[in-house]
C-alpha cells in the first residue's frame, strides 16, 4: 500500500470515552503495517468530560500531524452531539461515522441548555460530507461485554469502510500493545461486531 | 498509553509509536542522564511522569519538585557534582526557573545540563502562549527545536554531548505539537552514566559575586561562538533543493506544516530547515537567502527568526525579500496547516487554495467538569453562596480554576501560580469587603507562602481558602509534599500545611471538610467578618485519588439514590451540583427518567448533592 498522500482522520468525542486510545490504536495498526503515522490531540482536558478531538495522519511519509478544517478524509465519531460539532472537519470528501451514543454537557445538566433532538444533530452530520454512517456502537460493544468498548466497535467500522487499508492483525497487534492482556479478547469481539455491521451494510464490500 | 517500561526496555533498532514527551524520556536514557527534575505541566508533565515510574528499574533519580526553580536548582546542582541531568517543564514554568536559568550559562556545571521547555500556543492548558524561544536568546544558551518525537530523541543525545563539549547548559524547546503527538520512534542503545566528573572546588568558578560576572558572560560570548560551527553543520541544518527561486526558513513544528503544504510538486519552494535555533546557523542562512529571490520565514508565535534573519541580511548586504508575519503566518494562536500552506501558494505564486473558514461548532457548549465527587463542587458551591456578588474573590491555578467557567463561574481573577494571596493583598488596600483568595495545595506549596507571610507581616486583611486534596490533580494525580507520598508513589516525610500556615504568622485558622456544608458556611461567615488574615483549609482528597484508592483495597463507592416519592424536579442538584452522575428528568435525550435519577456508575457516594437538596431527597444507596 502507497498512499503517497497522507489519510487524515478525526477522532471526536467526550473526555474518558477513549478518544485518545481510539487514536494511538489506530496510530499503531497503520504503523504496524508498514505506514509512517502522526497522532495528536487537538483540545480538552482527557479526563474532565469535556470535548476532546484527536487527529490522526498516516501514508508513505507523514509530517504535520495536524487536519485542517473541512480537510478529514475521515472522521470517527463516538458521540452524537460532538459528532455535530466535530463537522466542522467535513468536506465534501468526508466520510463521517459516527456513534447515536448521546452524552449531555454539563451545560444541558445544569439547565442552562438543551440538548438538540437526535434527527436534527444527524441530518447536520449528513448535510456536512459525503457520507455518514450511523452506528449504535456503544449498544453492539454492550452485547461485547462492556459499552466501552464502543471505540473497537468504531474501528471495526472503520476498517470495513477503508476496505482493509490496514489489515485486521495490524488492529489486533495494537490492540494487544495498548490494552491489558484480559481486554484484547472482549476487544476484538467488539472490532468485528463493528466490521461486520459494516460488511452487512455493504454486501459488496470485503476486507 | 504505551507501557512505559516499554520506554526503558525497548530494544535497540525496535520502532515504537511515542509520544514526544516519552521520546524525550528514551533520549535521557540513551545518553546516560541520570537525574530527571520537573514540576508537572501541560504539555510537559508526562516526562517525569514516564521517569518517575521507570526510575528503579532504570536506576535513574526522578523527582517532582516543589516548583520549576527547585526542580532546575536541583537539576544544575547535580549536574554540578558531576552527574547528567534534566529538567522539564512547561514554558511559564520556565518564567518561575528564570532567575537561576540566566544565571546558569555564566557558571555552568561541566556535566550535561538539558531544560526541556514545552511551549503551548493557543494556551490550551495555560494562562498564556508565550514563546520560549525568547529565553533561549535572553539566557543566550544553545537551542535545539525538534520538530516530531523521532527528532526529540535524537536532540536530548545531541544536546548532551553539546552542553558538555562546551560547558553551557542546553535549551530544548518543544511545543504542544512535538510533545503531544505521536510519531514512530527507532530506539537507540542505552548508554550507562558516563565516569562522573567530581565535583571540584575552584574559586569563581561557580560563584557570581563580583568580580567574577563579567568574566564569565565574556567567555559565554566566546562559547556561543564556537556554536555557530555546531549548527551551522549538516546535521543540524537541511537543507532540501528542489532548484527553486524560493525559499522557506523553518523549524520545529511549523517546519512539518511546510514539508506538508498543499502546494503542487512542481510549484514547491526550497526549504532550509533548521534544528539547532541558537545560534542561527549565520553561515547556511545567509547563503540560502543569497540563492533565493524571495524567502519566507515559517514560525509560530513571535517573529523571533523572521527579525533576526532580516538583520543578517542587512548585514551581509543581501537584497533578498524576507516574508513572514506580514503575510498571513499568524502572531496568536496555534499555526496551522492551511496558514502555511496559504503562505507558501503566495510566495511560490499560484493561486492561493480556498481557506478553510472556522465556522463555530454548532449545539451546547460541553467544557470540562468537575469529576464526579469532587470536592471542588462542595468548596465552589461554599464560595459562591458565601462570597456575595460584590466581593472580589481571586482564585489560582489548578483544577478549581476551572470553576471560574461557566456554570459555577466562582473567580474574578485567575492570572498565574500563587497570584491569588498577593494580589487578594493588593485588592485589600483600602478596600470595604475582605477578598477572598482561593488556591490549592500544590499551588500553595508551589508559590503561595511568601505571599501568605507578606499578608501576615503586612497586616493586610484578607480571607485564605486552601483547598487541600493531596494531589496536583490537574496535570495527571501527581504526589506533592501535602501527599506524603514521593515521586515513586512511596511513603514520605510530608508537610503539614496547617502548622506551614501557622508558622507564617497566621492567627485565624480552620480546617473543615467541604462535605460538611452547614459548618464549613457556618465558619466561612466568621472567617469573611474578621479582621486580618484569615485562613480556611477546606480539605477533602481528590475525588480520582480517592477512587483509585478504594479500588487497591478491593472495596466500591457506595452510589447516592434518589427517592422518587419525595423529589419533586425542583432541580437544586443539577443547578447546584452540575454533577456528572446527575441525570435530569426527561428532555436531555430521549428516554430518560421522569424524575432526577443518578447514575450508579459514576457516582462515588461523596454526598454533596443530598447535603443541598431541599427536600432529603437523595439519600446514601441501601438507607
Not at chain 1, 473497537?152 to 490494552?179: C, H, M, N, P
Request: hydrophobic share 40%.
Amino acid at each position: 500500500m502507497k498512499l503517497e498522500k497522507p489519510l487524515s482522520v478525526v477522532v471526536s468525542g467526550v473526555g474518558g470515552q477513549g478518544v485518545l486510545l481510539t487514536s494511538e490504536i489506530l496510530g499503531n495498526a497503520a504503523m504496524l503495517s508498514g505506514l509512517d503515522v502522526r497522532v495528536t490531540e487537538t483540545h480538552g482536558l482527557s479526563q474532565r468530560g469535556g470535548s476532546l478531538v484527536s487527529c490522526v495522519r498516516f501514508g508513505k511519509e507523514v509530517h504535520s500531524p495536524l487536519v485542517d478544517y473541512r480537510g478529514a478524509d475521515y472522521i470517527i465519531s463516538m458521540e452524537l452531539l460532538e459528532a455535530a460539532k466535530c463537522s466542522i472537519y467535513a468536506g465534501e470528501e468526508t466520510v463521517h461515522i459516527v456513534s447515536t451514543l448521546q452524552i449531555p454537557p454539563v451545560t444541558v445538566l445544569s439547565g442552562k441548555a438543551k440538548y438538540p433532538p437526535s434527527k436534527e444533530l444527524m441530518s447536520s452530520v449528513a448535510d456536512s460530507c459525503k457520507k455518514a454512517y450511523f452506528v449504535d456502537a456503544a449498544g453492539m460493544a454492550t452485547k461485547a461485554g462492556r459499552s466501552l468498548y464502543q471505540n473497537a466497535v468504531l474501528l471495526g467500522f472503520f476498517a470495513g469502510v477503508t476496505d482493509g487499508l490496514i489489515g485486521r492483525e495490524d488492529y489486533a497487534k495494537a490492540l494487544q500493545i495498548l490494552v491489558p492482556a484480559k481486554y484484547v479478547a472482549p476487544n476484538l469481539k467488539a472490532f468485528d461486531m463493528g466490521l461486520q455491521a459494516f460488511l452487512g451494510e455493504s454486501p459488496g464490500q470485503r476486507l | 498509553m504505551v507501557d512505559s517500561t516499554l520506554i526503558l526496555d525497548g530494544a535497540k533498532d525496535q520502532k515504537l509509536l511515542l509520544l514526544g514527551n516519552e521520546a524525550v524520556v528514551r533520549g535521557g536514557l540513551e545518553s546516560g542522564f541520570s537525574v530527571f527534575t520537573s514540576y508537572p505541566g501541560t504539555p510537559a508533565s508526562e516526562i517525569l511522569d514516564v521517569a518517575a515510574t521507570i526510575s528503579k528499574e532504570a536506576g535513574i533519580y526522578a523527582e517532582y519538585s516543589v516548583n520549576e526553580k527547585v526542580a532546575i536548582d536541583t537539576a544544575a546542582g547535580a549536574a554540578m557534582s558531576g552527574l547528567r541531568a534534566m529538567t522539564s517543564m512547561k514554558h511559564v514554568g520556565l518564567n518561575v526557573a528564570s532567575d537561576t536559568f540566566m544565571a546558569l550559562p555564566y557558571f555552568s556545571p561541566k556535566s550535561a545540563l538539558v531544560v526541556v521547555v514545552a511551549d503551548d500556543p493557543s494556551a490550551y492548558s495555560s494562562q498564556t502562549e508565550q514563546d520560549s524561544r525568547n529565553y533561549g536568546y535572553f539566557a543566550n544558551v544553545p537551542m535545539l527545536e525538534p520538530s516530531d518525537p523521532q527528532e526529540a530523541k535524537d536532540c536530548i543525545v545531541r544536546s548532551a554531548e553539546i552542553s558538555e563539549s562546551v560547558e553551557l547548559p542546553v535549551l530544548v524547546r518543544l511545543d504542544i505539537r512535538v510533545s503531544h503527538v505521536r510519531g514512530p520512534v527507532v530506539l537507540g542503545e542505552l548508554r550507562a552514566p558516563p565516569p562522573r566528573k567530581e565535583f571540584v572546588k575552584e574559586r569563581g568558578r561557580y560563584l557570581a559575586i563580583p568580580p567574577y560576572p563579567v568574566k564569565a558572560h565574556e567567555a559565554l560570548l566566546e562559547k556561543m561562538e564556537r556554536c555557530k560551527g555546531i549548527s551551522n553543520s549538516p546535521e543540524f541544518v537541511k537543507l532540501i533543493d528542489r532548484g527553486s527561486d524560493y525559499g522557506v526558513i523553518c523549524s520545529g513544528s511549523a517546519a512539518t506544516y511546510v514539508l506538508d503544504a498543499d502546494v503542487p510538486a512542481p510549484l514547491r519552494p526550497d526549504v532550509l530547515k533548521m534544528l539547532m535555533v541558537n545560534p542561527l546557523p549565520e553561515e547556511a542562512i545567509v547563503e540560502f537567502l543569497a540563492s533565493h529571490k524571495k524567502v519566507l520565514v515559517v514560525e509560530e508565535l513571535d517573529p523571533v527568526f523572521e527579525t533576526r534573519i532580516k538583520e543578517l541580511a542587512y548585514d551581509n548586504g543581501l537584497k533578498t525579500m524576507i516574508l513572514g508575519k506580514g503575510v498571513g503566518i499568524p502572531s496568536a494562536g496555534e499555526l496551522v496547516p492551511a496558514d502555511v500552506s496559504c503562505a507558501i501558494s503566495a510566495l511560490v505564486g499560484v493561486p492561493q487554495p480556498k481557506k478553510a473558514s472556522r465556522p463555530a461548532p454548532s449545539g451546547p457548549a460541553r467544557p470540562p467538569v468537575f469529576c464526579a465527587g469532587c470536592p471542588h463542587r462542595a468548596s465552589m458551591y461554599l464560595i459562591k453562596t458565601l462570597a456575595g456578588k460584590n466581593r472580589v474573590v481571586v482564585t489560582d491555578i489548578g483544577c478549581y480554576g476551572m470553576g471560574s467557567l461557566a456554570p459555577t463561574e466562582v473567580g474574578d481573577v485567575l492570572l498565574d501560580m500563587g497570584f491569588s494571596i498577593g494580589a487578594a493583598g493588593g485588592f485589600a488596600i483600602g478596600s470595604k469587603l475582605k477578598p477572598l483568595a482561593v488556591i490549592g495545595d500544590s499551588t500553595f506549596l508551589h508559590a503561595g507562602i511568601p505571599a501568605l507571610i507578606n499578608a501576615v507581616w503586612n497586616r493586610h486583611d484578607l480571607a485564605l481558602i486552601i483547598l487541600d486534596n493531596y494531589i496536583t490533580a490537574m496535570t495527571g494525580l501527581q504526589p506533592n509534599p501535602s501527599s506524603g507520598l514521593d515521586s515513586q508513589l512511596q511513603p514520605t516525610d510530608g508537610v503539614s500545611l496547617e502548622e506551614l500556615v501557622r508558622a507564617c504568622g497566621v492567627k485565624n485558622l480552620r480546617i473543615l471538610s467541604p462535605m460538611n456544608v452547614k459548618q464549613s458556611k457556618k465558619e466561612i461567615r466568621e472567617m469573611l467578618d474578621e479582621k486580618g488574615v484569615s485562613v480556611m483549609i477546606l480539605r477533602q482528597p481528590c475525588a480520582l485519588l480517592a477512587s483509585q484508592q478504594l479500588k487497591a483495597s478491593g472495596q466500591a463507592a457506595t452510589p447516592y439514590e434518589i427517592v422518587a416519592e419525595n423529589c419533586n424536579n425542583c432541580n437544586a442538584c443539577l443547578v447546584l451540583a452540575s454533577c456528572p452522575a446527575l441525570i435530569p428528568a426527561g428532555g436531555v435525550t430521549e428516554g430518560a427518567s421522569e424524575k432526577v435519577t443518578i447514575d450508579p456508575a459514576s457516582c462515588t457516594g461523596c454526598g454533596f448533592c443530598a447535603e443541598i437538596c431541599p427536600y432529603d431527597a437523595i439519600v446514601r444507596g441501601g438507607e
